[in-house]
């Protein structure tokens, strides 16, 4: 079998390489390849909704890469071959635009597809595939390959349904429309508070525009607002520190309020205070789980697997809820709680800490701009009862003294047995070391506590969810503690001759 398409599987989504200009990467994205691939989502689709394909309507937009239209075009003729009645060109959009797009009465799409690689080099590329039920699966994506094999290359046909939409429009009508109805101070919540938006040149610009300005903040020093798939400023990530300091500097320079930061389809986001402090990964999920608890009391969490000890308590001790760390994966965490859920233990917020976020009130979407929209709600009622910015929502987390991630390659082939083997291997290595447990109630890898005399903190070493890696993450309450736990599963580590081991 052609494994051409199968290939470009990532997890629940589709990527590639779409251009050229990074030395070994070769293009495997192109015009010819995503055609079949338009073509099988409408096929999957029509036997979804148990419709011919000459009933779907379908929406397609993208982020700014330098490929979106290249990729686009070729995903409306195989929407056109496949027989679609309707295509909705949304151009510029988010990805949680994109699901919307099946959701707004006046849009009503049958499936929608996002043209991103998130935060990835410009030469990337991909898509993601939406529902009225949301994102599709894993199972879903290798379905839609799979039927993009058997179909195989065609000529691209004369396209003739596509028209024009203002998806964005409707979307940041959306937002504006929460936060005036959150903040409950009428059309301007946001005035006198200055904030600025870093959109790392890719589709989250419209948030200055479209949102804060009519809401009322003062937006100057804003940067980074044009799209532009080659992100000469900054790669567009929430985790990246060059990111983080470039909205630090803005907040800093322009006295602001507070900082938003955007990745480049704007499904992730993050924040910084007023004081130039970042709120990002498990400060970001500190302050999504305050303003969720004070709504949901009582409720779970669920995060990632490496999440801190110290939110952890916060999330318990502090404001009262459940926290249930789960695996790594926005997917992953974010069917978590949906499944908690249809057990009767009520979950409202999903979160990773790259910045992945979903909420149950939000249709579990992954969806950066709408955590904003809530955080905002709160800033507004902050300043107006004269209580200061939402720092005061995480102030006291207690945070690690130090936390650093290592990276294991897999060099055999079989590196999905060879890290089973592995891990299984790890857990009798950690009962039997000096100072060390297994952690309860831990769903990935292999999650060791570490007590005060051999590092003081935790590690986690578990597979990569799609690459030949074993990541260890560690954290210590101590300067020096991940050197302690470090330097012990780098011994055990050495034994394995498969294994091409970071400088630890």
């Given at each position: 079998?052609?494994q051409?398409?199968?290939?470009l599987?990532?997890?629940s989504?589709v990527?590639?390489?779409?251009?050229e200009?990074?030395?070994?990467?070769?293009?495997?994205?192109?015009?010819?390849?995503?055609?079949?691939?338009?073509?099988?989502?409408?096929?999957?689709?029509?036997?979804?909704?148990?419709?011919p394909?000459s009933q779907?309507?379908?929406?397609?937009?993208?982020?700014?890469?330098?490929?979106?239209?290249?990729?686009?075009?070729?995903?409306?003729?195989?929407?056109e071959?496949?027989?679609?009645?309707?295509?909705?060109?949304?151009?510029?959009?988010?990805?949680?635009?994109?699901?919307?797009?099946t959701?707004?009465?006046?849009?009503?799409?049958?499936?929608?597809?996002?043209?991103?690689a998130?935060?990835?080099?410009?030469?990337?590329?991909?898509?993601?595939f939406?529902?009225?039920?949301?994102?599709?699966?894993?199972?879903?994506?290798?379905?839609?390959?799979?039927?993009?094999?058997?179909?195989?290359?065609?000529?691209?046909?004369?396209?003739?349904?596509?028209?024009?939409?203002?998806?964005?429009?409707?979307?940041?009508?959306?937002?504006?429309?929460?936060?005036?109805?959150?903040?409950?101070?009428?059309?301007?919540?946001?005035?006198?508070?200055?904030?600025?938006?870093?959109?790392?040149?890719?589709?989250g610009?419209?948030?200055?525009?479209?949102?804060?300005?009519?809401?009322?903040?003062?937006?100057?020093g804003?940067?980074?607002?044009?799209?532009?798939?080659r992100?000469?400023?900054?790669?567009?990530?929430?985790e990246?520190?060059e990111a983080?300091?470039?909205?630090?500097?803005?907040?800093?320079?322009?006295?602001?309020?507070?900082?938003?930061?955007?990745d480049?389809?704007?499904?992730?986001?993050?924040?910084?205070d007023?004081?130039?402090?970042p709120?990002?990964?498990?400060?970001?999920?500190?302050?999504?789980?305050?303003?969720?608890?004070?709504?949901?009391?009582?409720?779970?969490?669920?995060?990632?697997?490496?999440?801190?000890?110290g939110?952890?308590?916060?999330?318990?001790?502090?404001?009262?809820?459940?926290?249930?760390?789960?695996?790594?994966?926005?997917?992953?965490?974010?069917?978590?709680?949906?499944?908690?859920n249809?057990?009767?233990?009520?979950?409202?917020?999903?979160?990773?800490?790259?910045?992945?976020?979903?909420?149950k009130?939000?249709?579990?979407?992954?969806?950066?701009?709408?955590?904003?929209?809530?955080?905002?709600?709160?800033?507004?009622?902050l300043?107006?009862?004269?209580?200061?910015?939402?720092d005061?929502?995480?102030?006291?987390?207690?945070?690690?003294?130090?936390a650093?991630?290592?990276?294991?390659?897999?060099?055999?082939?079989?590196?999905?047995?060879?890290?089973?083997?592995?891990?299984?291997k790890?857990?009798?290595?950690?009962?039997?070391?000096?100072g060390?447990?297994?952690?309860?109630?831990?769903?990935?890898?292999?999650?060791?506590?570490?007590?005060?005399?051999?590092?003081?903190?935790?590690?986690?070493?578990?597979?990569?969810?799609?690459?030949?890696?074993?990541?260890?993450?560690?954290e210590?309450?101590?300067?020096?503690?991940?050197?302690?736990?470090?330097?012990?599963?780098?011994?055990?580590?050495?034994?394995?001759?498969?294994?091409?081991?970071?400088?630890?």
């Open positions: 079998m052609d051409t398409w199968l290939k599987q990532n997890g989504d990527r590639g390489v779409a251009l200009g990074v030395a070994g990467e070769e293009v495997n994205l192109t015009a010819e390849i995503v055609r079949p691939i338009g073509y099988a989502f409408a096929q999957w689709l029509s036997e979804k909704k148990g419709v394909a779907l309507k379908v929406a397609v937009g993208h982020d700014s890469r330098l490929s979106a239209d290249m990729i686009k075009t070729a995903v409306f003729q195989g929407l071959k496949a027989g679609c009645s309707a295509i909705a060109d949304s151009g510029l959009s988010s990805t949680p635009a994109m699901f919307m797009a959701v707004f009465e006046n849009h009503a799409c049958d499936g929608s597809i996002m043209l991103t998130s935060h990835l080099p410009f030469n990337r590329n991909g898509l993601k939406f529902t009225r039920d949301g994102g599709l699966e894993k199972g879903d994506i290798k379905k839609i390959l799979t039927i993009a094999t058997a179909t195989g290359r065609f000529e691209a046909p004369v396209v003739s349904k596509v028209r024009k939409v203002n998806l964005m429009d409707d979307y940041a009508a959306l937002l504006v429309s929460i936060i005036r109805k959150g903040a409950g101070q009428g059309d301007q919540p946001l005035a006198g508070l200055k904030i600025v938006v870093d959109a790392g040149n890719g589709a610009g419209y948030f200055v525009g479209k949102v804060l300005k009519p809401l009322g903040a003062d937006t100057t804003s940067q980074f607002l044009e799209p532009d798939g992100f000469p400023n900054h790669i567009p990530n929430p990246e520190k983080m300091d470039a909205i630090i500097t803005a907040v800093k320079n322009n006295n602001a309020d507070l900082g938003i930061i955007f480049t389809d704007v499904d992730r986001a993050g924040a910084v007023k004081n130039g402090k709120i990002n990964r498990n400060r970001f999920i500190a302050l999504m789980a305050s303003i969720v608890l004070e709504e949901h009391p009582g409720t779970l969490i669920v995060t990632d697997s490496v999440t801190s000890t939110l952890k308590y916060w999330i318990e001790e502090k404001l009262g809820g459940v926290h249930h760390r789960f695996k790594r994966g926005y997917k992953n965490v974010i069917n978590e709680s949906i499944r908690l249809g057990e009767g233990k009520e979950s409202w917020l999903a979160m990773e800490t790259s910045g992945h976020g979903a909420l009130e939000n249709y579990f979407l992954d969806d950066g701009a709408y955590q904003i929209a809530k955080i905002l709600v709160k800033a507004a009622q300043h107006s009862a004269g209580k200061g910015g939402v005061k929502l995480v102030a006291g987390l207690p945070e690690p003294a130090e650093k991630e290592y990276r294991a390659k897999i060099k055999t082939a079989e590196f999905g047995p060879y890290g089973d083997d592995l891990l299984k790890f857990e009798q290595f950690v009962a039997n070391e000096p060390w447990s297994i952690t309860p109630d831990n769903y990935e890898g292999v999650h060791v506590t570490v007590d005060a005399a051999h590092g003081n903190g935790w590690a986690l070493l578990r597979k990569s969810l799609h690459d030949p890696v074993l990541p260890l993450n560690i210590s309450e101590e300067r020096g503690g991940v050197a302690k736990i470090a330097a012990r599963v780098h011994a055990f580590l050495a034994q394995f001759d498969q294994l091409e081991l970071p400088k630890m």
